[in-house]
Structure formats: structure tokens, C-alpha cells
């Protein structure tokens, strides 16, 4: 201060000041215009007006914050360097503050001018591109930095790029990551991109907010949709740019990028995508999945598929096939490739018939059905839970276990699929069978030595296999204590029990039939929708024509348009796929809301897989769904492609909005304790105080009898036990509550805990009509589990009673 120095006047400005006009100076030191003509001043002045995209301009940094560099370049013309603009590598990016300090002279390429805002946007790159190619230009939020006058152009990141990004999500489960790359363009790294080699848990390490080097592998753009840009984070791609040799890649830890690439009988790696009934999808890389039947996942029998193969597992196995055409890989995890198996089963299924009645035993139970293995064959067949029996069943667990020994009729066989279809029923089978030891009761004693259908039992003794075909005779219906009538040598003598089991028959053999009407008319209507899916499953449209012709003939039909959007983003359309669910929405009838509501639900799962972001999409999706369709059920079903998905966060985040939105709906408050029960979480009792605050009294007792029985499953079952046991306390008399309580700890098992509570429950002083039902099941229970003893003892007490 105080220095002489020389400066010419470049302009002049008159401002009006408390004591009238002054005027304010713009001066300039800089020497190379003290040798022109104050016409050459005036143009040199007026060049520092004139940039163009892609040209060179220098300047002084004068700020530095988290993502921009502020730097000036002219007295007239500020510029902005972006972050993920200035480096690739991400020890440069972290340490941003230290790379340049206010003064520093800086020299970079002009991506954009804003001659309205004076403001350049700069970047490090040496890639320019017009910025119609990348962004949409109206979702910038800063959209009026790129209006140019003369040029309209911005960054371009073309395939093959080394960019430094930031992470912005960690996708949850094989999600992979979602990383920035520019101001408002995101890409994402497939799971299968996070590492060279195939490694446990490849997410592991990484974190929001991150910087990482990143290589651009494909940039997609869909009509008037957003960008997709693919990026991997593998080193062996990187390091050509590090002057590294690629470490040499075997076939076992190789991405294939197309199915000419794979051949049979070759050892792959991939990460387990999804897990279903029928097998399981593998990712080998960002653009091939492989499918893995149900039988060629183990050597031996996996009994519960999703448990043992969990979404993200590291799998090696081998390829069985590779259609390029349809896109579809077969990959097996089997180490023994013998097929003399396959060869008698074939042999098996040759004589196997519809309307056979076959001896089995149960291999498993699922909560849809028993698989049964077909004595004394290899084949194993499945019986439905609708064929199960003529009257209506929610819990199989309760009449059989695994080991079993049950008959059967064969209702279908299918050789190329390799499947048998069982049924159980009365019915079907002509006679009764005691469920409550497990087990079938036959008539050893058939007429003439013939099975019900008048032919004699026979032997299949071809192959070196046996087929046995049992009979079973037709008996009363079951009684209310299960007490057999051919076993009944203690209570010959009884007269008065004879006559109540007289009683009890003709009462329920009357009520049997109305059931059965019904049962009947529900099952018919049930083959009918079976039949018509099993035919357009068996002859699925191959092409885009096939299935229009098929969507005019059935144009409410949301399992016909489901399956074209399937078809669609098998061949990776995905802007095709989003089209068929906007026409679908458009054409079923306004009145068939479950058809419109499936097609919204098959749009939900679409945004989640193939959104950008899939968050965002999901949610705008649902947004509009809102509009058409019931909200508690449509909010019911985001909460179940939630929770199918493994995103506990959003699962929670969604319950939260739906106990407000509906405190009056007993089944959302059931799913929100169910959802806490499965994530161990404490908060449970605090959950179940506000569900009674909010429900109404009339739905209580049923609230906390489903909470009951979801901590039994679930939780603790002295929790369980204490909720029964309060709703005992003022409901002593609800034989509905004591069979529910009962059929729990039966489940767990404890025979001391489960006979305290049959006392209990028997000694109760109710109508010997309603103390019937706690008889009979205390009676099959001591016929499963007790001795002649304790069945003796539970008879005595009937008769008291």
C-alpha cells in the first residue's frame, strides 16, 4: 500500500452516492496494453468476451470448496471446475483442498459458457461431445449454464474412458453400486465389475461417498429416457492407465461379455441372483445370467433351496448348454454326471398311469403340498395341498411327517417334465384315511381280494423295481375323538359312548356334505385356471407377432401381458417392456381391478430391477398406482416385492407410513410385527401397545392371537404363551383361542407343556357339544405321541365330562 503504480483506465461507471454522482474506475496493470492504440485497447478488452466450447483459457484460482474450484479468468468472466472433472484418481480427489490453494494458476478446456451468468464451466478432460449425446438437457438443475448462443456442446465420456466417481448408493443385496460420474450423471457397477477376481462379499469396502477410478464399459440411451452408463472398478481394465500388466485371467474368473464365449462342459463362477422354486439364477457377468434347475443344484436332495443357496453366494459349477438364440445358459452344480439314474426313471415314468393307486412315503412337507416318493422307485411325485383332502386344510405339519407311509392315486404324469401329480382325497381313493397317526388304515380285507376300482391289487415285478398298488375302504367320517371303530375292543362294553359316537356321525356327515358341495365347485373352478395356464405355458408365443395376436384375443388377461413383458426383457428391451405395461393399463377393463393391480405389481418389480435410480422409479410407479387402484392392497403389494427383495430399510420406512395410514387394519399392523419378528428386532412389544391403541375393539382378540402365533414361529414362544394366556384370562371360554394355543406347542413339541395345557383345557365347564372339539384333538394327540395308557386316561375323562 502506498506503492506508485502505473495503470490505464479501461472503463468508467457513475454510481449514485449520498453526496451525488461519482464515478467508479476499472483500472489495468497489465503492460501489454500500454503498447496499443486505445482502439487496440478497446478490442483486447472486448476479447475476453469471446470463448468457445472445447478452447483453452487460464486463470487464478480465488475459492475451493467440497466439489467446485472457483476460479477467474478474465475481470468480466468467472469459471467453475467440478470435482469428478479435475482427476481420476481418487487420492487426488480426496485430498481436492490440497491440490490447489486460492492464487494458484490453473489452466483447463472450457466445457460451457453462460455469457448471461458470465460463468465458464471447465474440466481436466480432454473428451468433448454435444450434449444432446448424454444429458437431458431439462433435468439439469442447473439448465442455464449449457444454453450457448453459438454451440451447443458439453462433457462426453465415451466407452473406454478412465473417470474418477464418486459413490453415491450402495445397492443393497447384488445391487452393486450406483456412482457419480459428472454433475448430474450417475453410471452403475455391476456386481459382477467390483473385483478381477470372484471373491465373498465384493461390497465389502465400500461406502457412500467414496471416490473411486472407474471405467466406462457401455453407455445405453433409451427414446426420451434417461442415460444408462455401465462401469467397472475391475483392475485389469484399469491398468493399462497405471502402466500395469493385466494379471492373466483363467476361464473360471473371465466375464463373458457374449454367449459365443461359453461352451459346454466349461468351469464357471458367478454370484447367486434369485432363488426360486424351480432352481436359481447366476450372474456370470453384467449382461449373462444362467439358470440352475432344482435338480442340478446338489449331488443329493436340498430340502430348502433359498437357505442354502442365498442371494450374493459364490457358486463354481459347469455349463450344460448355451442357446445364444433365446439368450438362456444351463449351468449345473452337480459333481456326478451318471446317468443311469435318469435312464430308470424313464423306464419308471413309462409305467406309471393316471387313475393308479400307488404306496409312497413322504420325503417332504411344504406349506403347499407333500413331495412323495413312490415305493419302491426313485420317482417322487407331489400332492398338492388342494388334493390333500375333500375337506379344507391349513396346516399339513399337523396330520403328517417326513417318513410317512401314505396311498396315493396318480392324477397326472408329465414324461417330458419328468413330473407326477398325487391326490390323497376320499374321493379319489375310495375309503378314509386315520390322520391321526400319520398313516393310511386299509381293509385288509377287500372283497374277493379287489381294490375299490374291481380290478385285484397288483405287482409290477419288471426292471428290477416294484409298482404296489394298495386299496383303501371306505369308512364313516372322522370322528370328533378319533376313536376308531375297528379298534375299539376297550369300549365294546361302553354303551353310552356308542351312542354319542352314533350322534356325532349323523352331525357331521351333514355338515361334510354342504362343505363338500362347495369344496367340489371351488376345485372345479380351480383345474379349469390350472389347465388354462398349464396350455399357454405349454405353448408359450416365440415372437413379437405371436404375442400381440395373443394380447387382441385376451385383452384382460394381466398373466398374458405379464408374460410379454417377460418376453420383452428376455431379449433386454427394457423401453419396450415399460411400453407393454402402459398398454396393458390401458386396455384391461376398468372393473378388473386384480388384473390391473397385477400388472402394477409386475410394473414395480420391472422399476426395481431396471430403474435409474430404481428407488425413484419404484416410487413414482407407485405414485400413480395410487390413483387406480385400492391403496391398502397396493401398498400391501410394494411391502411384499420389498421384503422378497431383501431392502428391510425401505420394507420399514413403508410400514411406518402404513400403520398411519390405515391404524385400523388388523392385517398391517400383523405385517408390520411380522417384518420386526424376522429382523430380531426389540421393538416389538412397543409395536403391539400402539396396535391396540389404534385397532378397534372388536379386532383385538384376533390382532393378538396372529401376534401369538407369529412369535411362536418367529420370536420368543414365551411371548407367545403370554399373549395366549391374557387372552385366555378374559375369553376362558373361546374354544377358537384354546385349539390355536394348542396346535402351537404342538408344533414345538414339549409333551409335558402340551399335556398341562390339554388338562387345563378339558377341565374347563362348557357344553359337552363345544368340549367335543378339545376331546378329539387331545385324543389324536395321545394316539401320535402317548401310550395305551394316556389314550385310556383321555377316554375316561370324555366320558366324565
Same mark, same amino acid.
Given at each position: 500500500i502506498g506503492e506508485l503504480l502505473k495503470a490505464q483506465i479501461v472503463s468508467n461507471t457513475r454510481l449514485l452516492g449520498k453526496s451525488g454522482k461519482t464515478c467508479h474506475w476499472e483500472l489495468s496493470a497489465r503492460p501489454s496494453l500500454f503498447a496499443g492504440t486505445k482502439e487496440g485497447t478497446q478490442a483486447q478488452i472486448a476479447e475476453d468476451l469471446e470463448y468457445s466450447v472445447g478452447g483453452s483459457v487460464r486463470g487464478y484460482v480465488v475459492k475451493v470448496d467440497?466439489? =467446485?474450484? =472457483?476460479?477467474?479468468?478474465?475481470?468480466?468472466?468467472?469459471?467453475?471446475?467440478?470435482? /469428478?472433472?479435475?482427476s481420476c484418481e481418487p487420492t487426488e480427489l480426496n485430498d481436492l483442498q490440497k491440490r490447489y490453494s486460492v492464487g494458484q494458476a490453473v489452466e483447463a478446456r472450457i466445457l460451457s459458457?453462460?455469457?448471461?451468468?458470465?460463468l465458464l464451466r471447465l474440466t481436466l478432460r480432454q473428451s468433448l461431445f454435444a450434449y444432446n449425446q448424454v444429458f437431458n438437457h431439462q433435468s439439469c438443475e442447473d439448465g442455464e449454464e449449457n444454453k450457448l448462443s453459438d454451440v451447443n456442446g458439453t462433457e462426453c465420456i465415451f466407452q473406454g474412458d478412465i473417470v474418477g466417481g464418486r459413490i453415491k448408493k450402495v445397492m443393497p443385496a447384488v445391487g452393486g453400486l450406483l456412482v457419480q460420474i459428472g454433475q448430474h450423471l450417475h453410471g452403475k457397477v455391476h456386481y459382477t465389475e467390483l473385483a478381477d477376481m470372484w471373491i465373498l462379499h465384493p461390497l465389502s469396502g465400500y461406502q457412500e461417498g467414496q471416490f473411486v477410478k472407474c471405467k466406462v464399459l457401455e453407455i445405453s440411451r433409451s427414446s426420451g429416457g434417461p442415460v444408462h452408463v455401465d462401469l467397472s472398478l475391475r483392475a485389469s481394465l484399469l491398468a493399462h492407465e497405471s502402466n500395469i500388466p493385466p494379471a492373466p485371467m483363467d476361464s473360471c474368473n473371465k466375464r463373458f461379455e457374449k454367449f459365443d464365449d461359453l461352451q459346454p462342459d466349461m468351469e464357471v463362477q458367478g454370484y447367486v441372483k434369485n432363488v426360486t422354486a424351480k432352481g436359481c439364477f447366476l450372474m456370470l457377468s453384467r449382461v449373462i445370467d444362467a439358470r440352475i434347475l432344482l435338480s442340478n443344484l446338489s449331488d443329493g436332495f436340498v430340502v430348502n433351496p433359498a437357505a442354502e443357496f442365498p442371494i450374493g453366494k459364490l457358486v463354481c459349477g459347469k455349463v450344460l448348454s448355451v442357446d445364444a438364440s433365446s439368450k438362456r445358459v444351463d449351468v449345473t452344480l452337480?459333481?456326478?454326471?451318471?446317468?443311469?439314474?435318469?435312464i430308470i426313471d424313464v423306464t419308471v415314468f413309462n409305467k406309471l398311469h393316471v387313475g393308479d393307486v400307488i404306496s409312497g412315503q413322504i420325503r417332504r412337507i411344504e406349506p403347499y403340498g407333500l413331495f412323495i416318493t413312490i415305493l419302491p422307485t426313485n420317482v417322487v411325485g407331489l400332492c398338492h395341498i388342494s388334493e390333500f383332502s375333500d375337506d379344507h386344510v391349513d396346516n399339513i405339519d399337523t396330520y403328517y411327517k417326513a417318513g410317512d407311509k401314505v396311498v396315493a392315486k396318480i392324477l397326472k404324469v408329465d414324461e417330458d417334465?419328468? &413330473?407326477?401329480?398325487?391326490? *390323497?382325497?376320499?374321493?379319489?381313493?375310495?375309503?378314509?384315511?386315520?390322520?391321526t397317526n400319520g398313516k393310511t388304515v386299509h381293509d385288509e380285507e377287500a372283497v374277493g381280494g379287489k381294490t375299490p376300482n374291481g380290478h385285484p391289487p397288483v405287482d409290477l415285478l419288471e426292471n428290477g423295481y416294484t409298482v404296489i398298488l394298495e386299496t383303501a375302504q371306505t369308512r364313516a367320517s372322522v370322528l370328533p375323538l378319533q376313536v376308531s371303530l375297528d379298534d375299539s375292543g376297550a369300549l365294546e362294553n361302553d354303551e353310552a359312548l356308542s351312542r354319542t359316537v352314533a350322534n356325532v356321525v349323523d352331525v357331521v356327515s351333514k355338515k361334510n356334505d354342504? &362343505? *363338500?358341495?362347495?369344496?367340489?365347485k371351488e376345485e372345479r373352478e380351480m383345474e379349469i385356471a390350472a389347465s388354462e395356464k398349464r396350455y399357454l405355458e405349454k405353448d408359450t408365443p416365440k415372437t413379437?407377432?405371436?404375442?400381440?395376436?395373443?394380447?387382441?384375443?385376451?385383452?384382460?388377461?394381466?398373466?398374458? =401381458?405379464?408374460?410379454?413383458?417377460?418376453? *420383452?426383457?428376455?431379449?433386454?428391451d427394457v423401453h419396450k417392456a415399460r411400453e407393454i405395461a402402459e398398454r396393458a393399463l390401458r386396455t384391461i377393463n376398468i372393473r378388473d381391478e386384480g388384473e390391473k393391480l397385477n400388472v402394477w405389481i409386475a410394473y414395480f418389480n420391472l422399476e426395481n430391477e431396471y430403474g435409474n435410480p430404481p428407488e425413484e422409479s419404484v416410487k413414482k410407479t407407485f405414485q400413480r398406482a /395410487?390413483?387406480?387402484?385400492?391403496?391398502?392392497?397396493?401398498? /400391501?403389494?410394494?411391502?411384499? *416385492?420389498?421384503? &422378497?427383495?431383501?431392502?428391510?430399510?425401505?420394507?420399514?420406512?413403508?410400514l411406518e407410513k402404513m400403520v398411519k395410514k390405515f391404524k385400523n387394519s388388523c392385517k398391517v399392523w400383523i405385517h408390520y410385527v411380522q417384518c420386526l419378528l424376522k429382523q430380531q428386532n426389540d421393538g416389538v412389544q412397543s409395536i403391539v401397545n400402539r396396535a391396540l391403541l389404534s385397532l378397534p375393539r372388536n379386532k383385538h382378540i384376533k390382532f393378538i392371537t396372529q401376534t401369538a402365533i407369529l412369535e411362536f414361529k418367529c420370536g420368543l414362544p414365551d411371548r407367545g404363551r403370554s399373549l395366549f394366556e391374557g387372552v385366555l384370562r378374559e375369553y376362558p371360554k373361546r374354544i377358537d383361542l384354546w385349539s390355536v394355543y394348542l396346535d402351537q406347542e404342538i408344533r414345538l413339541g414339549d409333551s409335558e407343556v402340551i399335556r398341562s395345557l390339554f388338562e387345563r383345557a378339558t377341565s374347563l365347564n362348557l357344553p359337552p357339544k363345544r368340549m367335543k372339539t378339545l376331546f378329539k384333538k387331545y385324543l389324536e394327540y395321545e394316539m401320535a405321541h402317548g401310550d395305551d395308557e394316556r389314550i385310556e386316561h383321555v377316554k375316561r375323562k370324555a366320558l366324565e365330562a
Open positions: 467440497s466439489e =467446485w474450484v =472457483w476460479i477467474t479468468v478474465s475481470r468480466n468472466m468467472m469459471a467453475r471446475l467440478f470435482i /469428478l472433472d479435475s459458457v453462460d455469457k448471461a451468468k458470465k452337480r459333481t456326478d454326471t451318471s446317468t443311469k439314474k435318469s417334465k419328468q &413330473r407326477v401329480s398325487l391326490g *390323497m382325497k376320499k374321493s379319489y381313493l375310495g375309503g378314509d384315511r386315520d390322520i354342504k &362343505r *363338500m358341495k362347495k369344496k367340489a413379437v407377432d405371436e404375442f400381440e395376436k395373443l394380447v387382441r384375443s385376451s385383452p384382460n388377461s394381466s398373466f398374458v =401381458w405379464i408374460k410379454y413383458m417377460a418376453f *420383452m426383457l428376455s431379449l433386454a /395410487l390413483q387406480y387402484c385400492d391403496p391398502k392392497k397396493l401398498h /400391501l403389494a410394494l411391502l411384499g *416385492m420389498y421384503e &422378497r427383495t431383501a431392502q428391510p430399510k425401505l420394507a420399514n420406512e413403508l
